[in-house]
């Protein structure tokens, strides 16, 4: 590709971005928008409805840009907790790590290769990008050590600021267990697998275990029930409640009960089945509590902090498939219908799962391959000879090469994270935070292999199988592939990285929901059915993707770090945004995706001077390649270091923070009124029918107000509407 | 090579075993042979000393094999320990094993294998070893479903009996724990890494932090200090005393003390320092437990063993490198030289360990590749002209292919170990079994490996690296060498095999050292110096490595089978009696070695699977493959379900066992008793000077007697003689 191809590409997408962040500044003061734009705020707080027009709704401004750049990291963790911060200090990462790189590769190393053989060289728009990239230094040049040195300013850089990020953010976890409000889930411990005994129900067993070993430290508990049948109840009363929404409408008065006009199946068979339902009837009647429902599944209340990690750490049988025992996740973090899945299953789950998502990654070779063919046209005319005419066009050449790849791929890329969503779900987690970092790891392998792997090294998929032989040859393989693959990174991070950010900042498809509902369907009211929470199992992976690719290239062919460089400072003020305004924090992992982002980099770095190691073998130039060897080594150290060092504390509580976390609840007196909460903290029973229609709003508005997200029984309930939309939508 | 050939081999090693099977059974009625081949019971009894001539001594009988046949497993269990009823477990679990397989392959598929080819059968002996292995089969013989259902019967049956082996097992190692004495290493946890604070010595430190966070349950500590002064003391007093011993004897009278008729160094600078070291000096006096010498590292004891796990598995403070804890090893278990090494190096030192054994392994492959040539003459007669003439001779040429190669690979393999327990050492292990396992470990990869893949793979050290640039053709090379290196497995077997247990029984090495003491040093008394801790770290590998050999070769060369069933038989016998008559039991892992073999075992099983998956390629036969690939997924599953439901509790201790150990406790009120014994159980101060040399006895014979190895002074005292000893034998 030339100089003139990147600049096509690059004026498409700035143009494009332009345009997108123009009509969002538009798009968002109109009233009608502000459901899809301020779902969080809505949520929140009411914001006043201003229906007045006026000139300046129609102006684009860049304010929003502003109002982003002035949160503070408070502001951010209180709004979007630690996760949004721990995302937040990973592009701020990426920006300072590239920044010192660019600074050294652009100044030094990018004259080097662009002098880097006695050439005639043409004028720059015309010339191939080759010519910047290490390809046009000649073999065993004196000039090598400046890409030497260039990859110890890049290593150095990165894990310094690696090692602050990752003691910073370690520091924040523990003021984030320290100096939140008393969580239930702190006391709380899920016991899976419990023994049958015959002749008891499990109830009793939970009680008799725990009271005989932990009797000192044991509350209370409460088991989990069976939960297909709660929630197709739950599910029909949804559907009811919008039935008589949608209804005549009488303002704020309370509706009549839903089951009076109710003609969904589960109501038809319940009132069927029991005879007597009629008017009056509340879910206890149904005895779902019931022995015969419980599942071999409870969640243990301790009277301290302390006591409850005690119980988690221990074995607490000979047989360790039985009473098994993990920290309770928060209430509104809960996966209800995970928990019923036997423990005995969750090897085998795990063991299928992976292969599930291997079989996939590689499945998806098809596809890639396909994107990877239409870089080299003459392959293309080739195999559709009636495109041959068109091809010979220049523009349309240079759109074809430059454009349509990215796009392509990045289509491919949308039935991904759905997949890994599901993967994951069938994992068994019982938590939606454990659940979507699970997802998050394996949608990163499979960026990282099918985007970055697939595409340097492949051609057609017979080239990518026959690599599997040879294993000596990867470093020299990669070597010769990554400063020519720069070029398709290039267009890569200007296609898919721009443009996602664009899009995300769109929100395209709850905009167009929103509009259809709004001007087709003319449903006037607001509904919040687009309230999501942060997608940190496609996000994170995406930036960690450029992350790789940055790393790869910067000294190879830097001529990629202006565009990532403008890609991770404009991430950085879009997902701001989205945060403050779009995305709802209903759970929080609590920083656990620090260590993935710290070992994706470790890796970048490592996998960069394996291929500068391979490159200086084919530049011929041994004191290059003697230097890298020992930076390899400190890197793997380096990295063994932070594992010892700091994630332990991302695994573990430490037991002198809970000890001095309980005197202090002790002798303030609020131990007492923590142990009230705990009773209610995790009800899977859904609201009495009654409750549920109540108010004038619909179940979702109600359930969803993060201010109702208090542990108690609407807190859980909310999230499992609330997931339940979300689940659908991403 | 020819069935003649492996008479021959298997002539002189039958001839070898057979003869110093008799000398053994001559050998050790001879009084003065009972320091070699009595040590254990000498050391734990008396043995009548019966020093009259009759001739009864110097007839061969087999008198041991039948008294070492009859010991029960509770005998063995007692005498040897856990670990020593895991290794006859092994044993015996290889002997059940391989019988089930060899009562079809010899009858069912050796037949098959022999009449595979039509052929013209010479007479047997001349016949070549390669007519009765897979090799003969013609491709796409439908006989070769036969292999395949051998594959099933022996993964089948090794599983089965691996479940049932591990389940016993990890009943064993819970009753090992409930039904033992109490043992104060259940109520002691070692604690490291802790911080240093200014104007307070370490010993306060860790009194303030257990009497804060655990003071319900901390009972009290001592301290570790630096070891290098105590042990110079102890090594000189050692000498001193040995000095003393071997001038003129005065029969029972105690001696004199050793600090007047000193003059090794130590001493000397001691009574140079303090200037009044005189009759009465106690070691106190040195004041060796100032806080000046205080390591980092201490021993908290607990009042319950549920506190003590409890402290140990919990993170105690937010830095996850300060206040480590783990379990404190049994007394006489402790390597108290590498409890001052500190905790922030052994990461490091794993890592360093771990590289420096691996670039071992890789430098060993030298004489491997020598030892291989042995076996191709002609290549030999080549390298060497002058041999040409002798190795055209049939007995020579006999020797040298069936017997020498194994013999230089035994001579080189006796290098391993010494080195192997080396690393461990410096790997910073602070137990002796810990150490012991971790070398095990690394010799077990080191025989697979250097034993097993290159002798099957190689040929020429270049051939060997050319390996790692194919990792495909794996399956198929390794497919393509195990049928024909067979022979070498066969030969392997008898010479390794059998002579080395034959070497084990015969003690060579102290029997030697025992002649020339008593008969050129004319010294009469007898010394424990030859006591020694059996060897696992050598032993088990040994073992498992032919176990590899046997599943690998098992369906492809089914001639080997009976070879190795002698093997193990003979083992089984030879083992007993040594764990009964010559090993002394100081320390003991409770079993930890099963998992090892569990894995190993699982490890030959699916390398058998994949071989058989290339060979049956390679003889074109896609049923037999097919049916394959489901055998590998299976066995793998089972492994997989082995580790989630044993392996946890072969690593922690359960709560409701120890729980119920405290309370029976209790309640017969030994508990109090238990805390007494605690305070003097890790005492790292030698013994007072006057102690040491006041038997007439040598330091080893009164420390090494296993009656003294109670919790106390003196037990962790014995122990730091008895093994600095038998480190020096190993």
């Known amino acids: 590709m030339e100089v003139g191809a990147l600049l096509t590409s690059a004026g498409i997408n700035i143009a494009l971005c332009a345009v997108l962040f123009s009509l969002y500044s538009i798009l968002r003061k109109q009233p009608s928008n502000k459901i899809v734009y301020f779902g969080r705020r809505l949520a929140s707080v009411c914001l006043r409805s201003d229906d007045h027009f006026f000139l300046e709704r129609f102006v684009p401004s860049p304010s929003w840009l502003l109002r982003a750049w002035e949160a503070s990291e408070?502001?951010?963790?209180?709004?979007?907790?630690?996760?949004?911060?721990?995302?937040?200090?990973?592009?701020?990462?990426?920006?300072?790590?590239?920044?010192?790189?660019?600074?050294?590769?652009?100044?030094?190393?990018?004259?080097?290769?662009?002098?880097?053989?006695?050439?005639?060289?043409?004028?720059?728009?015309?010339?191939?990008?080759?010519?910047?990239?290490?390809?046009?230094?000649?073999?065993?040049?004196?000039?090598?050590?400046?890409?030497?040195?260039?990859?110890?300013?890049?290593?150095?850089?990165?894990?310094?600021?690696?090692?602050?990020?990752?003691?910073?953010?370690?520091?924040?976890?523990?003021?984030?267990?320290?100096?939140?409000?008393?969580?239930?889930?702190?006391?709380?411990?899920?016991?899976?697998?419990?023994?049958?005994t015959p002749g008891q129900s499990y109830s009793d067993s939970v009680k008799r275990f725990f009271t005989d070993y932990y009797g000192s430290d044991y509350l209370s508990h409460q088991m989990v029930y069976e939960c297909s049948i709660l929630h197709k109840l739950m599910r029909d009363a949804e559907k009811v409640c919008h039935l008589i929404k949608t209804g005549p409408m009488d303002g704020s008065d309370p509706r009549p009960c839903c089951f009076c006009a109710s003609s969904t199946t589960s109501f038809k068979i319940l009132s069927r089945e029991s005879g007597s339902v009629g008017d009056g009837i509340s879910f206890t009647d149904l005895n779902l509590a019931s022995p015969e429902n419980e599942c071999p599944s409870a969640f243990v209340f301790f009277k301290t902090r302390y006591a409850a990690v005690v119980a988690t750490r221990m074995l607490q049988t000979a047989n360790p498939m039985l009473w098994v025992t993990q920290m309770a996740p928060e209430a509104q973090d809960i996966l209800w219908s995970n928990l019923s899945i036997p423990y005995r299953q969750m090897w085998l789950r795990k063991i299928a799962t992976i292969l599930a998502s291997a079989v996939f990654m590689f499945i998806f070779l098809v596809p890639v391959t396909f994107v990877q063919g239409l870089t080299q046209l003459d392959k293309l005319s080739r195999t559709f000879p009636f495109l041959k005419g068109i091809l010979k066009k220049e523009i349309i050449s240079h759109v074809v090469t430059g454009y349509l790849p990215s796009v392509i791929l990045m289509l491919f890329l949308y039935t991904v994270p759905p997949m890994m969503m599901l993967f994951s779900s069938v994992e068994g987690h019982v938590s939606r935070s454990r659940r979507k970092r699970s997802a998050c790891v394996k949608i990163l392998y499979f960026t990282i292999w099918n985007v970055f792997f697939v595409n340097v090294l492949s051609g057609s998929v017979i080239s990518q199988l026959s690599l599997f032989t040879s294993v000596r040859d990867i470093p020299t393989e990669l070597a010769k592939a990554i400063p020519s693959q720069a070029t398709f990174f290039m267009t890569y991070a200007l296609t898919s990285g721009w443009a996602s950010l664009a899009c995300e900042v769109m929100q395209l498809f709850p905009l167009l929901c929103n509009l259809i509902k709004k001007f087709i369907l003319l449903d006037s009211e607001d509904s919040s059915y687009w309230l999501m929470t942060f997608p940190y199992h496609t996000e994170v992976p995406r930036v960690l993707l450029f992350g790789v690719i940055g790393f790869t290239c910067a000294v190879m062919a830097p001529l990629i770090l202006p565009f990532l460089l403008f890609y991770f400072a404009m991430a950085y003020l879009v997902y701001r945004n989205q945060i403050l305004n779009v995305y709802l924090k209903i759970y929080d992992s609590g920083g656990q995706y620090w260590p993935i982002v710290h070992n994706t980099t470790i890796f970048s770095l490592v996998l960069t001077q394996i291929i500068a190691l391979g490159v200086f073998g084919i530049k011929e130039s041994p004191i290059a390649s003697g230097f890298t060897i020992p930076l390899i080594i400190s890197t793997l150290l380096f990295n063994e270091y932070c594992r010892q060092r700091f994630l332990p504390a991302f695994r573990k509580n430490a037991a002198q923070v809970l000890i001095e976390m309980d005197r202090r609840d002790e002798d303030s007196g609020t131990l007492r009124e923590i142990h009230q909460q705990l009773q209610s903290a995790y009800s899977q029973m859904p609201l009495a029918p009654r409750k549920l229609c109540d108010s004038g709003k619909t179940p979702q508005d109600k359930v969803c107000d993060p201010e109702a997200v208090k542990p108690g029984v609407e807190a859980s309930e909310c999230n499992a509407v609330c997931d339940y939309k979300i689940e659908e939508s991403t």
């Open 74 to 196: 408070d502001e951010i963790l209180a709004i979007g907790g630690l996760d949004a911060v721990v995302f937040q200090r990973l592009l701020i990462f990426s920006i300072r790590a590239f920044s010192i790189v660019a600074i050294f590769c652009i100044f030094v190393v990018l004259p080097v290769n662009y002098y880097g053989k006695d050439m005639q060289h043409k004028n720059i728009p015309s010339e191939s990008l080759e010519v910047f990239s290490i390809e046009n230094v000649k073999s065993n040049s004196r000039w090598l050590w400046t890409h030497c040195f260039g990859l110890y300013i890049m290593s150095i850089a990165a894990c310094g600021l690696l090692y602050f990020e990752y003691k910073r953010i370690a520091k924040m976890r523990l003021a984030h267990v320290t100096r939140s409000p008393p969580n239930p889930s702190h006391f709380t411990v899920l016991v899976r697998s419990i023994p049958w």
